[in-house]
């Protein structure tokens, strides 16, 4: 079955970097549409990047541009999310997601129907 297992997360001060992973398994990590989502508590969940792994074109959310970068090992089949220059408002539980089905597009409009358990980032000011 389709399993995503983020790890990365944990405690930084405000300018500080982490990089998070999503091993994925169980279906064709190289057909997918992946992208990362957090939640903060009491918001609601925003999207912060997609990548359509066939081709490698992204899209950011302007709350995180210039400063995460999305990136894959298809060898690994795994998803990272480099985050540069953080501030405490992108304190919030990480989560990696996935889309398998056959799409036109990869964006944050995908219905994701696979998703990981989270993973806690906290950002100190």
């Known amino acids: 079955q389709v399993q995503l297992v983020e790890s990365g997360g944990g405690s930084v001060q405000a300018g500080g970097s982490l990089r998070l992973s999503c091993a994925a398994s169980?279906?064709?990590?190289?057909?997918?549409?992946m992208a990362w989502f957090r939640q903060a508590p009491g918001k609601e969940r925003e999207g912060i990047a997609t990548?359509?792994?066939?081709?490698?074109?992204?899209n950011y959310a302007d709350s995180v541009k210039g400063r995460f970068t999305i990136s894959q090992d298809n060898a690994k089949n795994t998803l990272y999310l480099q985050m540069d220059n953080l501030k405490p408002e992108d304190s919030a539980m990480y989560y990696c997601?996935?889309?398998?089905?056959?799409?036109?597009?990869?964006?944050?409009?995908?219905?994701?129907?696979?998703w990981g358990q989270g993973t806690q980032v906290t950002v100190s000011s």
């Open positions: 997601a996935a889309e398998r089905a056959v799409l036109s597009s990869c964006n944050f409009r995908v219905r994701f129907h696979y």
């Open positions: 169980g279906y064709a990590f190289t057909r997918s549409c």
């Open positions: 990548m359509w792994i066939r081709d490698e074109s992204t």
